[in-house]
T-cell receptor, first 110, second 112 residues
Framework: SQQGEEDPQALSIQEGENATMNCSYKTSINNLQWYRQNSGRGLVHLILIRSNEREKHSGRLRVTLDTSKKSSSLLITASRAADTASYFC??????????FGTGTSLTVIP | NAGVTQTPKFRVLKTGQSMTLLCAQDMNHEYMYWYRQDPGMGLRLIHYSVGEGTTAKGEVPDGYNVSRLKKQNFLLGLESAAPSQTSVYFCASMDGLLGEQYFGPGTRLTVT
């Protein structure tokens, strides 16, 4: 399967701390995306990084991509209780099929 | 602008029954997707469509059929439900290649 793998599976931090989660995948990709899922809800797109990009920022989010290691990381700075959610990476194989990882469950303690 | 909506939100089926899940989007997106989400498995692609009248198989298509007769609607059918199809089903749409997906709220299906 092309499915990515997130690491760690679960992460618990204090409010204000930074949270880092990683994603590894198996084959060459066109782009990699990160999504957030609050409990019982649909996924919400956070950020997309293309295969020719190495780093991208969006507000408190910073994503890096290392295609030589087939890995990506998502950094959330100055975390808030509202950031508590599951985070998934998604890779696209042919531009129209997406493969999601198993997710990192983030808990931010107020 | 409702985005992506799914009907129904919850359903309980008995083994062997059939049902259709409806996904509708009002963003004029070409691409639409059906995923299932099981505990510890992440999302897995069932079927997808790259435009009206087209469908294609994803990672786990067995036991499901789909139709995209209208651009805004993508239907997922279960002809003979099995307990292994107990899951949360998500629909998503996307406006083009290398774009972001917009997800519906999900349908929680239990097959007994």
């Amino acid at each position: 399967s092309q499915q990515g793998e997130e690491d760690p599976q679960a992460l618990s931090i204090q409010e204000g701390e930074n949270a880092t989660m990683n994603c590894s995948y198996k084959t060459s990709i066109n782009n990699l995306q990160w999504y957030r899922q609050n409990s019982g809800r649909g996924l919400v797109h956070l950020i997309l990084i293309r295969s020719n990009e190495r780093e991208k920022h969006s507000g408190r989010l910073r994503v890096t991509l290392d295609t030589s290691k087939k890995s990506s990381s998502l950094l959330i700075t100055a975390s808030r209780a509202a950031d508590t959610a599951s985070y998934f990476c998604a890779t696209d194989l042919r531009g129209n099929q997406f493969y999601f990882g198993t997710g990192t469950s983030l808990t931010v303690i107020p | 602008n409702a985005g992506v909506t799914q009907t129904p939100k919850f359903r309980v089926l008995k083994t062997g029954q059939s049902m259709t899940l409806l996904c509708a989007q009002d963003m004029n997106h070409e691409y639409m997707y059906w995923y299932r989400q099981d505990p510890g498995m992440g999302l897995r692609l069932i079927h997808y469509s790259v435009g009206e009248g087209t469908t294609a198989k994803g990672e786990v298509p067995d036991g499901y059929n789909v139709s995209r007769l209208k651009k805004q609607n993508f239907l997922l059918g279960l002809e003979s439900a099995a307990p292994s199809q107990t899951s949360v089903y998500f629909c998503a749409s996307m406006d083009g290649l290398l774009g972001e997906q917009y997800f519906g709220p999900g349908t929680r299906l239990t097959v007994t």
